[in-house]
């Protein structure tokens, strides 16, 4: 430090043009060899979190994983010559375990132990019924049950239709979703992992997802696990934000008809929640006021995908994947089960207040919201903010 106050003071000394340059390249020079000599040193020495952060952009990388690998999705498992048969040896660190497999199938039975499910909605069209349930474990997010009836359709279908990334974006029915990427996958189980991100309205930012999710076959019966996974491989971005707390798992089977009475209905049993990041009572208010017109783009989207299987269009990769399936005896599971604590009591939906009631809460959701997004600018989902904005629109009226 004393040495470049010397220099400087040497040149303020020294008013001649010539005498500054002479000062100034004796000065530089050092320091520029310097320079290149650190560029050329800290290029030969690239630390591996250096060669990440020069990677993070390629967004196509397929990451390598054990047995994990990657099919073209021009070509079909048949063409690959796969062997389908869902008995195979599982890889030996799976993303997905029999655990998780058991987690939804207790969820489905209702024997979970958790607390009871409130029923919030019971809508219904001329070819869906549509019901909604929620409940509020003491610790995280508030979760989600839902039960939607699909007129004339089979349970391969629709296992095939929520997995179909492809036709998500293609069709739009799932407007939210921007772009997707598989990361991993299992030709044995079945398994991916894939990245998405998706669409936030308004002042938000974009939310980015890594999910792992698994197909269980129990005769026609799918069991589909999908939640968040961890990948360090994957750099962190402010922007998306990632999402890490995200389970959104289905239990899809034939039902009757509400028709005839013949087995041509699918249910498709929903749970769900996430940690958006968002105070809770504000989520609750949005996912109430705006769910129900979410779930009614999924039936369109459904209709045009059975048109595409009945016009002998090509399946996707994604659909090809979602025919590995492992195979479990339901019936068996369910006699272990027996005997464990239940969380089937169903409440009904409480009563409607006066809004006169609802004044506190009123101002609590407005100084919420006034403090999540001067906060955080990227937290909201569109059911969220479409939900509140209705809520406040509509503070006087009557609560569905």
Not at 68 to 92: I, Y
Not at 174 to 190: A, F
Not at 370 to 375: D, E, I, L, N, R
């Amino acid at each position: 430090m004393a040495s470049v106050l010397d220099v400087l003071v040497e040149i303020l000394r020294n008013p001649t043009a010539g005498d500054v340059a002479a000062f100034l390249a004796l000065f530089s020079l050092p320091l520029c060899t310097a320079v290149v000599a650190g560029v050329l040193l800290g290029w030969a020495w690239r630390p591996r979190w250096a060669i990440g952060l020069v990677g993070a952009e390629r967004q196509s990388l397929h990451l390598p994983m054990s047995d994990f690998t990657l099919l073209p999705a021009s070509s079909s498992l048949a063409a690959q010559g796969v062997d389908t048969r869902a008995d195979e040896k599982m890889s030996e660190e799976p993303v997905l375990t029999d655990a998780d497999m058991e987690h939804l199938f207790r969820l489905v039975e209702e024997t979970d132990g958790g607390p009871a499910w409130q029923k919030m909605m019971d809508k219904s069209l001329p070819n869906m019924a549509y019901q909604a349930w929620k409940r509020e474990p003491e610790t995280g997010p508030p979760q989600y049950r839902s039960s939607t009836i699909y007129e004339d359709t089979k349970p391969e279908t629709l296992k095939e239709f929520f997995w179909d990334d492809d036709f998500r974006i293609k069709n739009g029915w799932d407007d939210m979703l921007l772009q997707h990427t598989t990361l991993k996958e299992c030709m044995t189980t079945g398994t991916m992992v894939v990245q998405w991100v998706r669409k936030f309205p308004f002042f938000c930012s974009n939310r980015e997802y890594i999910i792992g999710r698994r197909i269980w076959e129990s005769g026609r019966t799918f069991y589909c696990v999908t939640k968040g996974v961890p990948c360090s491989d994957v750099p962190r971005r402010n922007k998306p934000r990632r999402v890490d707390l995200y389970y959104s798992s289905w239990c899809i089977r034939a039902v009757e008809s509400k028709k005839d009475g013949s087995m041509t209905a699918c249910e498709i049993l929903l749970f769900h929640h996430e940690d958006m990041g968002i105070p809770w009572e504000i989520a609750k208010l949005g996912v109430r006021q705006g769910m129900w017109g979410c779930v009614k783009k999924i039936e369109p989207g459904l209709r045009a995908y059975q048109a595409s299987r009945r016009s002998n269009e090509p399946l996707s990769h994604f659909a090809l994947m979602s025919q590995i399936n492992t195979k479990f005896d339901a019936d068996q599971l369910r006699s272990l089960e027996t005997g464990t604590n239940s969380s089937a009591d169903i409440v009904e939906a409480e009563k409607p207040k006066g809004w006169t009631s609802n004044i506190p809460r009123f101002l609590i959701v407005v100084g919420a919201v006034a403090v999540a997004c001067s906060v955080d600018h990227g937290l909201l989902t569109k059911a969220v903010i479409f939900g509140v904005a209705r809520r406040f629109a509509g503070i006087g009226g009557r609560r569905l």
